[in-house]
C-alpha cells in the first residue's frame, strides 16, 4: 500500500550585518519540537498554493510577515527519520535578506531570530528537525555560488563598495579573495555604475569608490576565484 509523504518547504535566509552572515530563525510555536528554533517552513497546501513558488511565498508571509530580496530553489530532502510524525520531503530555498530591506530596519517579531551561520553550523544552537544540515546545505550552495557568480551583490545596500564585496566573500568563503580578480571580475561585467562623487568609508578605514547594480539576478562568472 502506498501512502503519501509530508510535502514541506523550508526557506534558509541569509543577511550580511557588521560583517557577520546570519541565518533568519524561528522559535516553533508547536509540537514537534515546540519552542525550539528551526528554520521558517510549512506544509504545501495543495488547494491554495497553484506553484512551489506561491506556496514559498505563502509559507514566508504567514511565518516571518515578509519576502527576502533574492530567493533560490536549491535542494531537496527526504526521509522516513527526519520528522516524527511521517516520512517526509522538504524543498528547500535559499533565500537573501538585503541590507535596505524594511524587515531590517527595526526589531523582529518575538519568534524570529538572527543567528550566526558559524554557530548553526558548529551545533552550538539546537535547531528542530534535521535543520541544522538544511542551513548547511544552502549555505554550501552559496558559497558556490559567491565563488563563481554575483550573487554577493543580492547582500548589498542601494550604495556599496567594492570592499564591502570583498568583504562578505571573506565571511562567506572563510578565506579573503584574491583582490585584484575580485575587483576585475565585477569592474568589466557591465553589472556596476559609479556614484559619481560619492565614497565611503567602511569599518574606518580609508574611503573608497561607492557604486549601485542593475544586478537583479545572479551573473554568472567565469571560472572560480581564487584566494588572496
Known sequence: MYRNPIVTIDTVTFCWQNEDLLV?????????FEGTLAVPGGFIHTDEDD????????ILKEKVGFLPNYMEQV???GSRERDPREWSVSIIYLCILGQDNPALK???PENLQL????????GNIKLAFDHRLVVKRAYEELAIKTANSSIPLMFMPAIFTLPM?????????G????KMSLYKRYQHSDILSEVAGYKIALGGRSKSQAYTTRNTEPMLFGGMLGTG
Open 106 to 108: 527595526g526589531a523582529l
Open 165 to 173: 564585496i570583498m568583504s562578505l566573500h571573506k565571511e562567506i568563503l
Open 51 to 58: 506553484t512551489l513558488a506561491s506556496g514559498r511565498d505563502r
Open 175 to 178: 578565506h579573503m579573495p584574491n
Open 75 to 77: 535542494a531537496a530532502v
Open 24 to 32: 533568519l530563525l524561528e522559535k516553533r510555536a508547536k509540537e514537534p
Open 115 to 122: 543567528a550566526k551561520v558559524s554557530d548553526v553550523i558548529n
